[in-house]
């Protein structure tokens, strides 16, 4: 099955006080765009987590947020001298008499180079990594499970699409043998009252030969048979678990080049219309293959 490249996932872990919580977000993409964001003092992981996005996924922009809340992981040593300076730098700014301005020791700490992280041993560093893996992995798990279930939906939808071309189809095919012989009854009755105004004659296969040519001009069969062969093979991708999305793509390009010339050489108005409508489903479906994976 198919699957979106629009999801979201997360997870967290609870260790020693301290809270990790991993986030996982997709939106569509041509190709695969990663963006990872993890707390300075945990940047040794990012590899790895990096890895673990490729090995899973392919397609889509995704996002990914690791947040750490709690005790003592990844304390930060102070630099009093940095804080001083901002106190003292803050304490010079004039303010209105009508206000009353307070200094929050909890925001100046916060500030650029006030607190440094500090590394955790080699002994640290696994047991982070450990903890790292495991919620990555969740929050993974969790994001193809609605990539999957979005998917399904997806499919079911394409497919209502292909059904409804395959209706037209059925219809243009149906009426093709018809405007052969419609025009050349036309053809007939036209030569014929001619014939009899200006008194002409006119050879046994001329009229033949004439509804033969108007036939190969307007001949559709060779472009109805691919069509129909590309949306076989659009219905076996979307039940299948490879992934897809590209193939579709280029499907309802193709899709929509024989759909353009089949229109180009008919001069039956039902057929048009009919066409009209088919290229108007290709349309839909070109934009919904843009979120398969």
Request: proline residues 2%; negative net charge.
């Amino acid at each position: 099955m198919i699957l979106s490249m629009t999801g979201y996932g997360a997870a967290e872990h609870t260790d020693a006080g301290s809270i990790f919580v991993a986030e996982v977000r997709s939106v569509n993409q041509r190709y695969l765009k990663l963006a990872i964001r993890l707390p300075e003092w945990l940047s040794f992981a990012e590899q790895t987590v990096e890895q673990m996005l490729r090995a899973r996924l392919a397609r889509g922009s995704i996002s990914f947020t690791l947040r750490v809340r709690g005790d003592a992981v990844g304390a930060a040593a102070v630099d009093r001298t940095a804080i001083q300076a901002y106190v003292d730098q803050l304490s010079q700014t004039r303010v209105p008499d009508h206000i009353r301005a307070t200094l929050d020791l909890g925001v100046i700490a916060g500030l650029p180079g006030v607190g440094e992280a500090t590394a955790p041993d080699e002994e640290g560093r696994q047991r982070l990594l450990g903890i790292i893996q495991d919620v990555t992995r969740r929050a993974l798990e969790a994001l193809l499970q609605m990539r999957q279930a979005e998917g399904a939906a997806l499919s079911a939808d394409l497919m209502v699409s292909c059904g409804a071309i395959r209706g037209h189809l059925a219809a243009v095919q149906e009426a093709a043998p018809r405007v052969i012989q419609e025009y050349h009854a036309r053809l007939q009755t036209r030569v014929a009252a001619l014939l009899q105004e200006r008194n002409f004659t006119l050879e046994a296969d001329a009229l033949a030969r004439e509804v033969a040519l108007y036939a190969e001009r307007c001949d559709i069969s060779e472009e109805l048979t691919r069509l129909l062969s590309h949306l076989d093979q659009f219905a076996e991708l979307c039940r299948g678990d490879q992934q897809a999305g590209r193939t579709l793509d280029f499907l309802t390009q193709e899709l929509l080049r024989e759909s353009n010339t089949i229109t180009a050489k008919s001069n039956d108005l039902l057929i048009i219309r009919r066409m009209l409508d088919v290229k108007v489903l290709i349309d839909r479906l070109r934009e919904q293959v843009q979120n398969v994976e």
